[in-house]
């Protein structure tokens, strides 16, 4: 799988696992988020985003990777409005991580002012090695390049794929110009990707799947560091690790499958 570098001194398979919703699920279900973490680093991703507004998923990822935690890169979140409870938070992180924590983020821009400083100080110390700021919503884009600016964070997480593409304006050509790593969420979409184009399109633009497109779609933007599709399938998992080993799409490849994208049905 191909790497980027997220940080300085922290490179990613460009394809991670997302653990939004998925995650959040029982011990029945304990074993089937195994698999898929499983599937994700045999396939050379390293990087599991998650956070405590996923419910259980941030235990249950713990459990997941067991005694492979050291060939994991976990990014997680702070997400509260009170510095108490955001400690709190990132103690449990620690208790879960075995101590660490590669990336730590400020969830939806959530009291960044009040999280950073406190945040640096346990970089300092070596208990996070990047600190991040993410937001779903390009409404809080000015807001996200204004803490981009501060030299205070290492990288950012915005929506990528061929429906949401607001980054693209402003967001990514300042990542780049600043250095920072650029996490895609919703690589796939924020519904289904419905319909997708047969067998003979797929193979013309050198993938298996539907999804596999759109991930490379993706991913040929160099600016985007890595994306981080969420799946409880191992199947799915193994696919989509697939789509980091692709050398990436020509621009006329591209706008296919924007074009695709569009017609879907």
Avoid at 28 to 44: C, F, I, K, S
Avoid at 90 to 102: K, T
Avoid at 192 to 211: D, F, I
Wanted: with cysteine.
């Amino acid at each position: 799988m191909h790497v980027r570098p997220l940080a300085p001194q922290l490179e990613v398979g460009v394809v991670g696992l997302g653990t939004w919703s998925v995650f959040d699920v029982g011990s029945d279900r304990q074993p089937l988020a195994d698999e898929v973490v499983a599937t994700m680093l045999a396939a050379g991703g390293r990087l599991l985003d998650s956070s405590p507004m996923y419910g259980s998923a941030e235990r249950v990822l713990s459990a997941a990777l067991g005694d492979r935690r050291d060939e994991a890169v976990v990014a997680t979140k702070i997400w509260t409005s009170s510095v108490a409870e955001g400690r709190a938070q990132f103690a449990e992180h620690l208790e879960l991580y075995r101590g660490r924590v590669e990336v730590e983020q400020v969830h939806n821009l959530v009291r960044w002012h009040q999280h950073l400083g406190w945040l640096e100080e346990e970089q300092a110390a070596g208990r996070i090695r990047a600190l991040g700021a993410t937001h779903y919503s390009p409404r809080a884009f000015g807001e996200l390049a204004e803490v981009m600016r501060t030299g205070r964070i290492q990288m950012v997480q915005v929506p990528y794929n061929p429906g949401e593409r607001e980054c693209e304006a402003d967001i990514l050509p300042l990542a780049q110009e600043l250095g920072l790593g650029v996490l895609g969420m919703r690589p796939l979409g924020s519904g289904s990707l419905g319909r997708g184009p047969g067998p003979e399109e797929l193979a013309a633009l050198g993938v298996q799947t539907w999804a596999e497109a759109v991930l490379v779609w993706d991913l040929s933007d160099p600016r985007i560091t890595a994306v981080i599709p969420a799946t409880s399938n191992a199947e799915h998992a193994a696919a989509n690790a697939r789509a980091g080993e692709h050398p990436g799409f020509s621009p006329e490849q591209r706008h296919r499958v924007e074009a695709l994208w569009r017609a879907r049905r």
